[in-house]
């Protein structure tokens, strides 16, 4: 995973991963609920929290994250380790990209979201002028640990939120991973076992495989943006009030809308009942020309045009430029209407 050792296994955390290297000073971030689960090994370093949310994945928190690092005295041998969901990890990463110009760290995703995706793969970022990860860095991890067992302190609502992630990459990875997935239940990853951590395994072998071929996400990576482009405009305009995950499920259906040029497919309505059997939204009052201008201002958008992943089938994801617009705003108002 570009150099970047992963660690999966249940117990990991309350059982204590080795004490970090500290040469050169260490910071331990994390959010006032997942500072929890910081190893009782990792303990005696300084600590970073923040305010738990989106919100916090902002440029005046990642000040204040690079402050902190520096009034710990962490120098460029030195270490930060996040601990808690993707917005920790985020900016965690992305503060370890700057400080020194660069220092190690390691990701300890306690959220479902930031065990699939969010602490794998060395994107890092934080959201400025209403947009999502508008500001951010290729920097991987050195370590990434991965405890099924945080997700049994999980939310329900982010324990489903998560699934949609899950989800994704099961589309991507093709038929037989898709068809695992919808048998699968909040339930059975709240109990945080083995079975969590089979699906853990499977979503994490399917995005390092894409990530070793395209770490800067020039060519095959770009396919794990799947349901993101029109999730991250949806994100942004409901900021607070959609989780990433809702959000992602909403462009999941999109993408399969725009792949079909038509409506109602067996997959799209597969898809619908999935979602609504997780308790995840399948239609939202917002208005198509909006989320397409919030559209506009994604970060992968180029040469004036719209770029799209699109769902034909499990399996079969395909990556297409100068999507029209009119397409677009099409297949948002079909699905956000719920029709």
Request: hydrophobic residues 45%; aromatic residues 2%; contains cysteine.
């Amino acid at each position: 995973m570009n150099d970047s050792t992963l660690n999966l296994a249940c117990g990991l955390l309350s059982e204590g991963p080795p004490p970090p290297e500290t040469r050169g000073g260490a910071l331990v971030l994390a959010d006032t609920n997942t500072a929890a689960w910081i190893p009782q090994t990792w303990t005696h370093l300084p600590q970073h929290l923040i305010e738990p949310g989106e919100a916090s994945k902002s440029w005046d928190e990642l000040g204040r994250l690079l402050t902190a690092l520096d009034q710990a005295g962490v120098d460029r041998d030195g270490h930060l380790l996040a601990v808690g969901g993707g917005v920790v990890t985020d900016l965690g990463g992305l503060a370890a990209s700057l400080h020194r110009r660069g220092i190690r760290w390691t990701a300890v995703p306690t959220s479902l979201i930031g065990q699939v995706d969010a602490a794998v793969g060395g994107k890092t970022a934080v959201n400025l002028g209403g947009g999502k990860n508008t500001v951010g860095s290729f920097h991987p991890p050195a370590q990434v640990l991965v405890d099924p067992r945080a997700l049994t302190t999980l939310a329900a609502e982010h324990l489903a939120s998560g699934l949609a992630e899950v989800l994704k990459t099961a589309l991507i990875a093709g038929a037989e991973s898709y068809a695992s997935v919808r048998n699968l239940t909040p339930q059975v990853m709240a109990q945080g076992g083995e079975a969590a951590a089979e699906v853990l395994s499977r979503c994490l072998a399917t995005k390092t495989d894409l990530v070793q071929q395209d770490l800067y996400d020039e060519g095959p990576r770009q396919l794990l943006n799947l349901g993101h482009t029109f999730g991250h405009a949806l994100e942004s305009l409901r900021l607070g009030a959609l989780l990433h995950g809702e959000a992602v499920g909403l462009g999941l259906l999109c993408a399969v809308r725009l792949a079909a040029g038509s409506p109602d497919t067996a997959l799209e309505t597969e898809l619908r009942e999935l979602l609504c059997g997780w308790g995840l939204p399948v239609q939202q009052r917002l208005a198509p020309a909006a989320v397409l201008a919030a559209m506009g201002r994604d970060k992968k958008r180029q040469d004036g045009g719209h770029t799209a992943v699109l769902l034909h089938a499990p399996g079969r994801v395909v990556l297409r430029s100068a999507v029209p617009a009119a397409a677009l705003e099409a297949a948002l108002g079909a699905v956000l209407a719920g029709t």
